[in-house]
T-cell receptor, first 117, second 115 residues
Framework: AQKVTQAQTEISVVEKEDVTLDCVYE???????LFWYKQPPSGELVFLIR??????QNEISGRYSWNFQKSTSSFNFTITASQVVDSAVYFC??????????????FGKGTHLIIQP | DAGVTQSPTHLIKTRGQQVTLRCSPK?????VSWYQQALGQGPQFIFQ???????QRGNFPDRFSGHQFPNYSSELNVNALLLGDSALYLC??????????????FGPGTRLTVL
């Protein structure tokens, strides 16, 4: 069985601060995918990043960066110089790697990020 | 290029009734997945349709059923509604071939309230 844990229910920071969202996962699969999604108040999930289990290279995209550590089963997400528009609920998700198309995602419970002006 | 669309936006039903939710995938996508998101929780995978057949299923009872049409659009049906079925129902589409084949694009969801 797969499981994703986001221990931080809610984080509140002041604009321009850096913030890290934690994600710990459990899976018996040897190959798998990890994802981060953003859910603004409108409700639509917005894809941020996909990382496969055999690529542990960290990634940076603008103010966003992701730290994947297979040894600790963690896939943390950092926002640098946060902005009010970053306020949303962020979900970490996991899926097996079947190679035959997208598999059902297992989501964590999400972290509600509040950026105060 | 239209993204994933869902209808209706909101729906109110009473216990015991049946409901049908609809989803049109993103252009070029052939796979549709459905998720249930209760308030304050992460989405939970219900099932996935590909080539008009259920390809994968999560831990949901048989009251939840679906269908995929030749144009890849999909329906989610829920029978004998319970109060606990109140949730945001999200549809996601993806494509089986090409790259990236496992990236799921989500629609805006249908908010179902069961009274």
């Amino acid at each position: 069985a797969q499981k994703v844990t986001q221990a931080q229910t809610e984080i509140s920071v002041v604009e321009k601060e850096d913030v890290t969202l934690d994600c710990v996962y459990e899976t018996r699969d040897t190959t798998y995918y990890l994802f981060w999604y953003k859910q603004p108040p409108s409700g639509e999930l917005v894809f941020l990043i996909r990382r496969n289990s055999f690529d542990e290279q960290n990634e940076i995209s603008g103010r966003y960066s992701w730290n994947f550590q297979k040894s600790t089963s963690s896939f943390n997400f950092t926002i640098t110089a946060s902005q009010v528009v970053d306020s949303a609920v962020y979900f970490c998700a996991l899926s097996p790697y079947s190679g035959g198309g997208a598999d059902g995602l297992t989501f964590g419970k999400g972290t509600h990020l509040i950026i105060q002006p | 290029d239209a993204g994933v669309t869902q209808s209706p936006t909101h729906l109110i039903k009473t216990r015991g009734q049946q409901v049908t939710l609809r989803c049109s995938p993103k252009s070029g996508h052939d796979t549709v997945s459905w998720y249930q998101q209760a308030l304050g929780q992460g989405p939970q995978f219900i099932f996935q349709y590909y080539e008009e057949e259920e390809r994968q299923r999560g831990n949901f009872p048989d009251r939840f059923s679906g269908h995929q049409f030749p144009n890849y659009s999909s329906e989610l049906n829920v029978n004998a509604l319970l109060l606990g079925d109140s949730a945001l129902y999200l549809c996601a589409s993806s494509r089986t071939s090409g790259r990236p084949h496992n990236e799921q694009f989500f629609g805006p969801g249908t908010r179902l309230t069961v009274l």
